[in-house]
């Protein structure tokens, strides 16, 4: 699902409100999710704000029960059309504002994408069923952990350029 740009700008107030409710395939367990997302034109910005909830089957790392897992996120996302540093000269003073996403010459926000990557930045490091979850220690001694973690792609990247 995508949202043109245009259809943003077209809109009154350049305020477009959508709703999802659908499926996030990139994520890989079975998952239904509800979005209500507003997005807003300010100059060159989007803002999207709204919320996003859903369920998500899971399964404990302490125990391996499958459980649903339970999402409420509230959603308060930027992006730039065109590029930060376009038709800026000298120094930029980087301030908080300037982490935000930049759509260069993109036409559409990719919805689907806005969804996934604010479930895995919400994620907990550790996805249990319970808090008070034990674990099986039988089990833990057996189980090989995957440290891999989404979020520390953008490092491996960085390290991949070092080495060219
Ligand atoms: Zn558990």
Do not use: W
Request: proline share 2%; net charge negative; charged share 40%.
């Amino acid at each position: 699902m995508y949202i043109e740009i245009d259809e943003i700008r077209k809109a009154p107030e350049q305020t477009l409100r959508i709703e999802f409710d659908d499926t996030i395939k990139e994520l890989e367990e079975e998952n239904h999710i509800q979005a209500d997302i507003t997005f807003k034109l300010l100059g060159n910005i989007i803002t999207a704000k709204g919320k996003i909830i859903g369920d998500i089957k899971s399964t404990c790392e302490r125990c391996l029960k499958e459980f649903n897992r339970k999402i409420d996120i509230k959603l308060d996302e930027k992006y730039m059309l065109g590029n930060l540093f376009d038709g800026m000269d000298g120094e930029i003073e980087l301030k908080e504002n300037n982490f935000l996403e930049e759509l260069g010459d993109k036409k559409e926000i990719d919805i689907e994408d806005l969804i996934y990557q604010s479930v895995i930045l919400n994620s907990p490091n550790q996805i249990v069923c319970d808090i008070n979850c034990v674990g099986d220690k039988i089990i833990e001694k057996y189980v090989k952990k995957d440290i891999s973690d989404p979020r520390l792609e953008v490092f491996k990247n960085i390290k991949l350029e070092k080495d060219n």
